[in-house]
């Protein structure tokens, strides 16, 4: 209600201001508050917006343009936060299906100007700027040609519905790629990125919507592009390149850049950015970016904000900045549900980079399985992507010692069956699962997993790995006695043995194992993990013989920290130790001379 009152008493200043005109010369004070009152007017009207209490003006046609007011700067008051809500007014001019259209291929010519040529608008900055525009325009006739540039001047003032509305219906090649601009600046529009390559085929300038594009849809190579344009930017008119900006500044900070990102703010000044709350928030972005201490509770503000809030929280999560669950789950809810509104064939990459990478911890095994349902994460690399954070979060969950996380992770493989169907490694966590399940007192549930096992001996090995964690001897040496051909659970044996120092049981256990490379530096590091140092000398002699340079370096850094063998009091050595004494012996020795004749 503050709001509304603020914004009538500026209505009504502004009402006196223009009655005024009539009366006597205001004194120089008065003045200078009367030139100040259209920016403030301004102000008021996006705070309305924003909080729903205004809808942006329908722009006018020239066929309804019938009255003598119809370009006073009043009746459609230019937001000064550049972006306005899209609003009922301005979805009436709307086309039906424009992400439809925007899919359609067509060859495109090359024109004699560019159809992004905004080089008549560069120094546009407000409404007022529009407003004596549109007076040279008195008289002229309807024509798509002034449809367009109606469009562009839209355009350059941010007012992005009513450029759409102008080039309502115009399907030249002119219009189509102004319908496609507004797409790309709207923030759910999806960029045509074979439309804007062929645009910057022709003009070179242009290359800045395809490297914009690339961004939205987080393409390293549109901030190569960009930084290649630069100076094409920053010709751009100040409001329109203030929309760009929400969508580059985000999407560099995703990429890591904030070099970049920090030149990219350079095209701004000061006084441009304090005037702009669109602006502002790309700078706080900018800054937290670069580590700086204060950027994140500034952006903690615009999470009371619509606009900005989805972009905001994912930002501070980015970040490692903490925002409340609920407010996350929110958001993830609303990505999901954009997600669901996407026909089958569009790209959902960006959202799930957004989705599972910045906003990871509210997105559960429920939230991962209704995304998998949507239809546009059909695809193998979303759905790839989804699998394998559903994996992530199971191998997490299956190795914590809590009973309630494990039974929450037996629970979403029973129903994340399908998504993690033929991968590598879901036989493997059934059978970890049945393991625990059966060890826990739950055999219903072990039996439910174990009937996705198409053989036992994954059950063994899982089994066999949870004994080897809870260090259960017995159970142990029941499944090898089980499965006497299992040489993966004689392995898990053999670091059991290493583990509590039974130098006997491990060279038992060592018969039949093969001696290759991998084998031995693995028994070597659990030998010096364990500090016992029972493991005999040959394994180490066959790891540092490796060809692989990192498997010898990391056996030579083990052998070094190996303790010299004690001297034994008695003269006898057991048989046992016979090969191992033979082999320190031949090495001590160094390489044997050869006489030449």
Avoid at 121 to 129: E, L, T
Avoid at 162 to 189: C, K, M, N, S, Y
Avoid at 413 to 435: H, I, S, V
Avoid at 494 to 519: C, H, K, S, Y
Wanted: overall charge negative; glycine content about 6%.
């Amino acid at each position: 209600m503050r709001k509304f009152t603020g914004i009538c008493l500026g209505a009504a200043l502004l009402a006196q201001a223009a009655s005024a005109q009539q009366e006597p010369p205001i004194v120089s004070g008065q003045a200078d508050e009367i030139e100040r009152l259209p920016g403030e007017l301004d102000s008021f009207v996006q705070e309305a917006i924003n909080e729903g209490l205004l809808r942006p003006a329908r722009p006018q046609s020239a066929e309804a343009s019938t009255s003598p007011v119809a370009d006073r700067p009043a009746e459609s008051p230019s937001p000064q936060d550049i972006r306005p809500q899209v609003t009922e007014a301005a979805v009436e001019h709307a086309p039906e299906q424009p992400a439809a259209a925007a899919q359609i291929k067509v060859e495109y010519l090359c024109p004699e100007t560019s159809p992004y040529d905004f080089s008549e608008f560069s120094d546009f900055a407000s409404y007022s700027d529009l407003a004596q525009w549109r007076g040279f325009l008195e008289g002229e006739e309807r024509t798509t040609a002034l449809g367009r540039l109606m469009a562009k001047a839209y355009l350059s003032l941010g007012m992005i519905a009513e450029a759409r509305a102008e080039i309502a219906g115009d399907q030249g090649q002119g219009g189509v790629a102004l319908r496609l601009l507004t797409d790309l600046l709207e923030r759910d529009g999806r960029p045509n990125l074979a439309f804007f390559r062929d645009v910057a085929s022709c003009s070179g300038a242009d290359n800045v919507w395809l490297a914009v594009g690339q961004l939205k849809l987080n393409d390293a190579n549109g901030a190569d592009l960009l930084a290649q344009h630069f100076a094409d930017f920053r010709a751009l008119p100040l409001r329109l390149r203030a929309d760009a900006a929400l969508i580059i500044i985000p999407a560099l900070d995703r990429l890591d850049r904030p070099i970049l990102s920090e030149r990219l703010m350079t095209s701004f000044t000061a006084e441009e950015i304090a005037q702009s709350r669109e602006l502002q928030f790309v700078k706080a972005l900018q800054r937290l970016s670069m580590g700086s201490p204060s950027a994140a509770e500034d952006i903690r503000g615009y999470l009371r904000r619509a606009q900005y809030r989805n972009e905001a929280a994912a930002a501070l999560r980015r970040h490692g900045k903490a925002i409340s669950s609920d407010l996350e789950r929110e958001i993830v809810d609303y990505y999901i549900n954009e997600l669901g509104n996407l026909p089958a064939e569009a790209s959902v990459s960006e959202n799930l980079d957004l989705i599972l990478h910045d906003l990871n911890s509210a997105v559960g095994y429920d939230l991962t399985l209704r995304l998998a349902d949507v239809p546009a994460a059909a695809n193998p690399q979303a759905r790839q992507r989804l699998a394998g954070h559903f994996e992530a979060m199971l191998d997490e969950d299956l190795h914590s010692d809590t009973f309630l996380v494990n039974l929450k992770a037996m629970d979403a493989l029973l129903k994340g069956e399908e998504l993690l169907a033929d991968r590598e490694g879901t036989e493997a966590r059934f059978a970890r699962a049945a393991a625990i399940a059966a060890n826990l007192g739950l055999p219903s549930m072990s039996a439910k997993l174990s009937e996705r096992l198409t053989h036992d001996a994954a059950l063994a090995l899982a089994q066999a790995e949870l004994a080897f964690r809870l260090k259960d001897e017995a159970a142990l040496a029941r499944l090898l006695a089980d499965n006497p051909g299992s040489v993966a659970i004689r392995k898990i044996a053999l670091i059991d043995a290493i583990n509590r120092g039974d130098r006997q049981a491990f060279n038992r256990l060592a018969r039949g194992i093969p001696e290759d490379v991998d084998t031995a530096l693995m028994l070597i590091e659990a030998d010096a993990a364990a500090g016992h140092w029972v493991v005999p000398q040959r394994y180490y002699t066959i790891a540092a013989r490796s060809g692989d340079e990192e498997t010898q370096t990391r056996a030579l850094r083990v052998s070094d920290a190996r303790p010299a063998p004690e001297t034994p009091d008695e003269g006898e050595i057991a048989l046992t130790d016979v090969s191992s004494r033979l082999e320190r012996l031949r090495e001590s020795l160094g390489p044997i001379p050869t006489e030449v004749r």
